[in-house]
């Protein structure tokens, strides 16, 4: 097996399924598939036999051997048998973004043209987002097959746009469809002294202290005298949370209030607002304290105007209580168990 100098691993599995670099015995196949799918390739023209062998032997061959290639390409397949053939294309290696590229043999379309998308795609994304740490990948493609658009949404990428008779093909000029999908991979970490300043800007940023219980701006010099206090404090659990690109984009915070209870907050960075983090990191906090501490439930006093805030809490697994006065405030009450 030819292996890509950019990748540590070379063989990417899921279930059944799991792409490989692009195999030189699978060409023949690849051209039937192509020859067959004109309609919708960007292929002005029948591939030969010796055009195949060329390309192979050529640009093909020329990606195993250059650190960072334009393109990635993979045989995928389906409990080891040949399914079809795509990869990352047009890589921007400075951007940290790709095109996607798939085709599946055509007899397998018209059945299963959901189900090998979306594993292809997700087998995609662990090259593109785990092993590349890529920000971006999208498709650029006509505007002919709408089970194509049904198989990106469903494992997340949304249409970015529409360029209107952007392409010249079969003497018409077509609508090309541009969708994406972003990078949201994150981790945590324990907060340590080092985080205090940055701390002190998510609590006194003025989204944080509208939607928090304690509004008014807080000094310095309390904020350090909090903030090492609760670092110490072993009934209190602090996470940051990091992008892919190990940026810091926001907090989690659950605090013990007896042997049984723990209360949750939540801020997120304002330059990471509205990416779907959130909830995300609701979830991964939540079940690492319940994992650490299995006889607690987890509370959340959310203000009934923070129509944002609630939904998150939902999507990350909490369940309504109850609505009340939380410190002289009309308040949901949300619950989090194991």
């Known amino acids: 097996m030819r292996k890509y100098k950019c990748l540590t691993n070379n063989i990417f599995k899921s279930d059944d399924f799991h792409i490989e670099p692009i195999r030189d015995e699978d060409k023949y196949a690849i051209l039937d598939i192509r020859n067959s799918q004109l309609y919708h390739l960007r292929q002005s023209e029948p591939l030969t036999k010796e055009k195949q062998e060329f390309y192979f032997s050529t640009v093909i061959s020329a990606l195993f051997e250059v650190e960072k290639p334009s393109q990635l390409l993979f045989s995928f397949f389906e409990n080891n048998e040949f399914i079809g053939y795509g990869g990352l294309v047009h890589i921007n290696w400075i951007d940290k973004n790709a095109e996607i590229s798939f085709v599946m043999k055509t007899e397998l379309e018209k059945e299963h043209f959901l189900k090998y998308w979306s594993n292809f795609l997700n087998l995609l994304e ?7 740490n890529f ?22 990428f949304t249409e970015e746009a529409r360029l209107k008779e952007h392409c010249f093909f079969n003497g018409k000029h077509l609508d090309v469809v541009y969708h994406a999908k972003m ?32 509004s008014e701006v807080i000094s310095l010099e309390n904020h350090s005298n909090w903030f090492i206090a609760k670092i110490k404090d072993d009934s209190c659990a602090m996470y940051v949370f ?97």
């Not at 994150?186 to 989204?207: G, H, P």
Request: proline content about 2%; aromatic content about 12%; charged content about 25%.
């Open 126 to 132: 662990k090259v593109a987002f785990e092993a590349l």
């Open 135 to 156: 920000h971006k990948i999208f498709t650029y493609a006509f505007d002919l097959r709408p089970h194509l658009y049904e198989a990106l949404e469903s494992c997340g």
């Open 183 to 214: 990078n949201r991979n994150i981790s945590f970490r324990k907060a340590n002294t080092d985080d205090l300043m940055l701390y002190f800007n998510w609590t006194n940023d003025a989204s944080v202290r509208e939607n928090s219980y304690q």
């Open 242 to 338: 990091e992008n892919h690109l190990k940026q810091p984009i926001g907090q989690v915070r659950i605090q013990k209030q007896d042997d049984e209870i723990a209360i949750i907050g939540i801020s997120n960075d304002k330059d990471h607002r509205g990416k779907g983090y959130a909830s995300e990191m609701l979830e991964i906090a939540s079940k690492q304290f319940i994992a650490e501490n299995p006889n607690y439930t987890i509370s959340a006093y959310i203000k009934v105007e923070n129509r944002a805030s609630e939904k998150a809490f939902q999507k990350a697994g909490y369940q309504l209580d109850v609505v009340l006065e939380y410190q002289n405030n009309t308040s949901y009450h949300y619950i989090f168990k194991k």
